[in-house]
Structure formats: structure tokens, C-alpha cells
């Protein structure tokens, strides 16, 4: 029995010792082991570069600098993302300097973008290998002729998943920084006291927020609010994919979040960012992008 006993311990060791290497192998993040001669516990390389050396722009009117300088027209020299103008000191000019972004930055947003044309933007991104993805969309699928067009959450969803599949199939470690998509609420409440702005509203732009800007009878105020409440679904999503992504990284809704006053919103349609609303864009983008510890 002594023997027996002796056998059995001998082969519960073994077993053991096994199940503890392989445990070893792997973090249960998918990193590989350690390269040869690390020291045993030493912490590997962090996923995240924090100064990435090139950057694409994807996205919607936002990202063109839309309104910012001249009306219903775009401005990409304001944009946030990858602007040349000193007074924005655009995201690309913080990483990158004046000459890098210049070099290695490059915007493929188009106005009036939804997120179903984004597979198409990453593919035209592709071909840069850029380091980092900036990625801002989603507005224009809540602006839409009326509230009951509004893109779909599901279908927001596919196009997004679709989106990041389509760049990780190229390029499996390029970064991607994902902004939320802004309370159009608060900019309609913002810009329905300017009597120009309201005007240009009428000329198409958000109709499922912006129409009859100051109508408050209760059946208006629903229909913002189901707006809202769809921006807000958008956002989740925008969260929940990028989660996935170990390369990824949302904003945790500081876009969202963000209090666009006036100084901040296009003195041609209050409704897009001004240069002042680019640099604000701009700032909560790098702090995201550069921190430690998000």
C-alpha cells in the first residue's frame, strides 16, 4: 500500500508541475511568454504605445472641421484629428509635431459619414499602416429626416464590428481611439438662441433634433428625447466593441460629456464645433491617448 501511495503522489506531481507550466505560457490575455533570458516575473511591454508615430482619421463632418471657418463648407486644416492649424493644435501636431503630422497623418472622414460607410474609410486607411485609428462617428445616424429613420442600434453595431474587422484583418496591432458621439440635446439647446443659426438649421442639418427648433410642445420634446436616448444606445456600443479590442480605446464618453458653449460651436450653424470646439476635441483626445492608465 506504501508503494501504491508513493505511485499516486508521484503522479499528482507530475500532473501538477504540468498544469502549472502551461498556466505559465499564457495570461489569459493572449500575451506571449516571455522572451529568453527575462528575468521571471519581470513586467512584459505595455500594449499601448502612448506616442504612436502615424495617424488616420475616420469619421463624419466633425473630423472635416465642418462649419468651422466658412458656412456649409469643410475646413480639415481645423480638424481636431489631424489639423494644421496652430490655434487647434490638432491631435496629429501633439504627437506627431508640426512636421510629423504634416508627413504622417492623413484624413479619410467625409461629411455627412455614417457609421455604415466606416468599413469603407478603414479600407482606404489601410494601405498607410498607420500606428493609431482615430475614429469619430455616429451623429449623422442620429441626424437623420425624421426619428423613426435613425440607423438602427443593431445595425450601428455590425457596421462598427464590421469596421474594426476590416483594419484588424490588415493590421492587427495598429491602435484605435474611439470618441463618443456628442449630446445633440445640449447642442440644440445651446444653438436655439442664435436666430442665424436656427436659420441654417432649416437648410438640413440634424432634422430629427434640430426641426422646428423652438417648438417645446410635449410631442417635440419627445422626439428629442428619443434622439438622445438613441445616442446614447450608440455610445454603448461604441464602448462595448472597443472593449474587445486589447488595441482599443474609448473615450468613456468625455466627448458625451463635454459642455459645448457657445465659444465652442460653428458662429455659422451653432451646431458643429468652432476652432475653439476642434481644440477642446483635441485636448480630451490626446489625454485619452496618452495616459497611463485609462
Not at 508627413?103 to 498607410?128: C, F, H, I, K
Amino acid at each position: 500500500m506504501r508503494k501504491r501511495s508513493h505511485r499516486v503522489r508521484a503522479v499528482l506531481a507530475v500532473v501538477a508541475a504540468v498544469l502549472l507550466g502551461a498556466a505559465g505560457c499564457d495570461d489569459g490575455a493572449g500575451s506571449a511568454p516571455a522572451p529568453a533570458g527575462t528575468r521571471a516575473g519581470a513586467a512584459r511591454p505595455p500594449v499601448w504605445d502612448r506616442s504612436p508615430d502615424s495617424i488616420a482619421a475616420v469619421g463624419d463632418s466633425i473630423t472635416r472641421g465642418f462649419d468651422a471657418c466658412t458656412v456649409l463648407s469643410d475646413c480639415p486644416e481645423v480638424s481636431w484629428a489631424t489639423g494644421s492649424d496652430a490655434t487647434v493644435d490638432s491631435l496629429a501636431v501633439r504627437l506627431l509635431g508640426v512636421t510629423g503630422a504634416a508627413e504622417r497623418s492623413w484624413n479619410y472622414a467625409v461629411t455627412g459619414a455614417r457609421m455604415a460607410d466606416l468599413p469603407g474609410q478603414m479600407e482606404q486607411a489601410v494601405p498607410r499602416a498607420p500606428q493609431l485609428v482615430t475614429v469619430m462617428v455616429g451623429a449623422n445616424d442620429a441626424c437623420r429626416a425624421s426619428a423613426s429613420a435613425m440607423t438602427p442600434v443593431a445595425g450601428f453595431r455590425a457596421d462598427f464590428e464590421e469596421a474594426l474587422r476590416t483594419l484588424r484583418s490588415a493590421l492587427p496591432k495598429t491602435q484605435v481611439y474611439v470618441a463618443s458621439v456628442p449630446n445633440l440635446k445640449r447642442l440644440w439647446s445651446q444653438g436655439r438662441t442664435n436666430p442665424l443659426g436656427k436659420q441654417v438649421w432649416k437648410l438640413g442639418i440634424c432634422p430629427s433634433m434640430l426641426g422646428d427648433a423652438d417648438d417645446l410642445t410635449g410631442a417635440a420634446m419627445l422626439r428629442r428625447d428619443s434622439v438622445q436616448r438613441r445616442v446614447v444606445e450608440y455610445n454603448r456600443v461604441l464602448e462595448e466593441v472597443c472593449a474587445k479590442d486589447r488595441r482599443c480605446r474609448f473615450d468613456d464618453d468625455a466627448v458625451y460629456d463635454y459642455r459645448f458653449g457657445t465659444d465652442q460651436l460653428s458662429h455659422w450653424d451653432w451646431f458643429h464645433p468652432s476652432k475653439d470646439g476642434q481644440a477642446r476635441l483635441a485636448e480630451i483626445a490626446y489625454r485619452r491617448i496618452t495616459a497611463g492608465n485609462p
